[in-house]
């Protein structure tokens, strides 16, 4: 195995210590109980964490091609390990949302630099490969986080799923060595700081209007962001060292697949949302490990996808694959919706398997078309661009997939709503498909 190859495992396995937070799904009841919550209240475990590191991460991205991948990404994980102890030992929700609020700012550090990490280590001819490489490592934390969380659950309680991430934050951070220096002259460029501050606001407010949608501050919190938004275009289209290079959305279809990572991940997740209370109320009385361990499948499918696209992307191009990836989590969702209070546990694996295997394809396929489309000297960037789409449908999620569960389970019926929320979120994954697969084609008939 050679130095680089040893990195890049070093680098992802950094990356996880983030990934590893779909233990917390698994612990959502047990949190619920705990601080004795109503389900619906649990989506702010997600939203103060997941927005806060998708509104910093393109500014972050910035800031590692500026001074340095390797300085940020190691900043990350020693906030990442103080931010998870804090976590661990909050004694109130309210306290617990803020200490989520600090992992996220660590989050952020880490996963804007990751990718431009571990491309830097090989030429542009591997990037495929090396990203194939990392993507596997994080879908590797996806994967073991609901069964570690859903074990430690059982013996500790739900501050196990935050400490247990501690030493291998600081075993990641121990082991990378030397990694590679920053670009000479690199720091001497000025920061887009009026972009970034214009960024942040409007992807927080966007992210807590979809949060109120259902209560009176969605409205202007959507008007200070849409106003955010245009600043922030205006900002960058004038300033000569932007943030983020807005002319790259005026390339065909790039848009349109941005578009798509979003809608995607919106879909996908709400396997992590509503599945771990679907496996609470199962007639097969799982235990909350056996419950880890069906849930840990989605991501299976995800690192079984991550080293075959990476091949595949050399013979097939990304612009193809990546329809193929929203297709198979559209037929995942459908699948998924099936489920009723019996279903047997292989019907379970096999439509989390499905969807988590389009994930993988999806996700690779997206990032190595972002990584190629923005110039190499702008990788945090192009990185960091990656994370946010993926990160908005999350965050989109974990607001519109609850709120519309909550809406249909009114009735009284888990699993009528249950059912009903996963058929809606598989149609938008297939409209994707067909939007990309239509661009493909339209552009190959334009050749």
């Known amino acids: ?77 020693v906030s990442s390990a103080i931010a998870l102890l804090l976590c661990a030992l909050a004694p109130s929700y309210p306290q617990l949302l803020l200490c989520r609020f600090l992992q996220g700012i660590g989050a952020s550090l880490v996963l804007s630099c990751g990718p431009a990490l571990t491309t830097g280590l090989y030429g542009e001819d591997r990037r495929s490969r090396v990203l194939g490489l990392y993507t596997m490592m994080m879908a590797v934390g996806a994967t ?9 659950t059982t013996a500790w309680g739900w501050p196990a799923v935050f400490w247990f991430r501690v030493p291998i934050a600081l075993a990641a951070l121990a082991a990378l060595g030397t990694l590679p220096a920053p670009p000479r002259g690199a720091a001497r460029e000025r920061f887009d700081f009026a972009g970034a501050l214009l960024l942040v606001l409007a992807l927080v407010t966007l992210l807590l209007a979809l949060s109120r949608l259902s209560g009176r501050a969605a409205l202007p919190l959507g008007a200070l962001s849409l106003a955010a938004l245009v600043g922030f275009v205006w900002q960058e289209l004038r300033s000569e060292r932007p943030v983020l290079d807005l002319r790259v959305f005026r390339l065909p279809g790039f848009a349109l697949l941005n578009l798509a990572s979003v809608l995607t991940n919106l879909a996908g997740f709400a396997v992590w949302l509503l599945v771990p209370f679907y496996l609470t109320r199962a007639s097969a ?78 996700q690779l396929a997206y990032v ?5 489309t923005i110039p190499r000297q702008h990788r945090g960037v192009a990185g960091s661009l990656a994370m946010v ?12 997939v609850m709120l519309l569960f909550q809406h249909l389970a009114a009735a009284g019926d888990f699993f ?15 409209a994707m498909a067909v939007l990309l697969t239509w661009r493909a084609h339209r552009a190959k008939t334009r050749r």
């Open 1 to 77: 195995m050679t130095r680089a190859v040893r990195q890049v495992l070093v680098i992802g396995l950094g990356a996880a210590v983030v990934w590893l937070d779909s233990a917390v799904n698994i612990a959502f009841p047990a949190i619920v109980r705990g601080f004795d919550l109503a389900i619906g209240d649990i989506q702010w475990v997600v939203i103060s964490y997941v927005l806060t590191y998708t509104s910093l991460l393109l500014a972050f991205g910035r800031i590692g091609d500026m001074f340095g991948h390797a300085l940020v990404f190691r900043l990350g994980l």
């Open 144 to 152: 073991l986080g609901p069964f570690l969380g859903g074990l430690l």
């Open 285 to 362: 009385n799982f235990t909350l490990g056996e419950s880890g361990a069906v849930l840990a499948t989605a991501s299976l499918g995800a690192v079984v996808a991550c080293p075959g696209t990476a091949r595949l992307i050399g013979w097939i191009a990304a612009e193809r694959l990546a329809p193929i990836g929203a297709a198979m989590v559209s037929a995942g969702l459908a699948l998924i919706s099936l489920w009723d209070r019996s279903t047997a546990t292989s019907a379970l694996i096999a439509a989390l398997l499905v969807q988590g295997l389009g994930i993988g394809v999806f």
């Open 368 to 372: 190595d078309i972002v990584t190629a």
């Open 389 to 400: 789409t993926r990160t908005l449908g999350t965050v989109g999620a974990a607001a519109l």
């Open 416 to 430: 009528a709503a249950f059912r009903r929320s996963f058929g809606l979120a598989a149609l938008l994954p297939f």
